[in-house]
């Protein structure tokens, strides 16, 4: 269900003149292959994870380096109400509103990582479910210090801190960014990345032995 958009090219490629890059230095900052950056300042549509990517490497918000091509299929004020709905749901731990924000059919990608339970591929609401539950026996986190929405069509970017009690009784805050596509006005899917080496480090999780 990954979702592509159309980047403006003429400012990646700007960017990362100015900061004296090649495309094979940006695609190496990125994470990227050099072909990915080549499509991108060519203004062919690439995946979004792609372009947060490619921002992230250049330090500018993704929504600086969308293209003109791109149409608005939803509404910015809606999108990101969903989204502000999942976070305060999440930081509540109610789960019956947050269920109650994804389709019947939803995805979530969540970054596997040594002794993490809930990693993986979910599908449908009683994976989400169950993946959610495992997340907050783990960790007890505390509201985003800071965080960023960039609305890209019918996709929103959640960038941002997130506090986490420490087994010790201190909170560490870790980097992460969320991609939720919505249709319909529900979450269909939504893709998470985070340090997942640190977070075990952080929370004492044994890695595994399998």
Known sequence: ???SIFPDGD????????????QEELARR??????????????IGIAVSSLVQISNALELPPSSLIGAANESVSDDARVKEIVLQWMRSWDERDMDTMMSLYADVAVTKLPGGPGIPFGGEHRGIDAIRQA????WDTCETTPNAEYSLDVLGNQVILKGLKGMHLPNGEVARLW??????????????LQVQYDTLEFARLMKIPRSTN
Not at 176 to 189: A, K, M
Request: proline content about 0%.
């Open 176 to 189: 992460s960014w969320h991609i939720f596509t919505i249709d319909n006005g529900l979450i269909v899917e």
């Open 132 to 135: 959610n539950q495992m997340a």
């Open 1 to 3: 269900m990954a979702r």
């Open 30 to 43: 990125a994470d990227l292959d050099v072909k990915t950056i080549r499509n991108a300042e060519r203004g």
């Open 11 to 22: 400012a990646i490629r700007k960017h990362r003149e100015m900061r004296c890059l090649t």
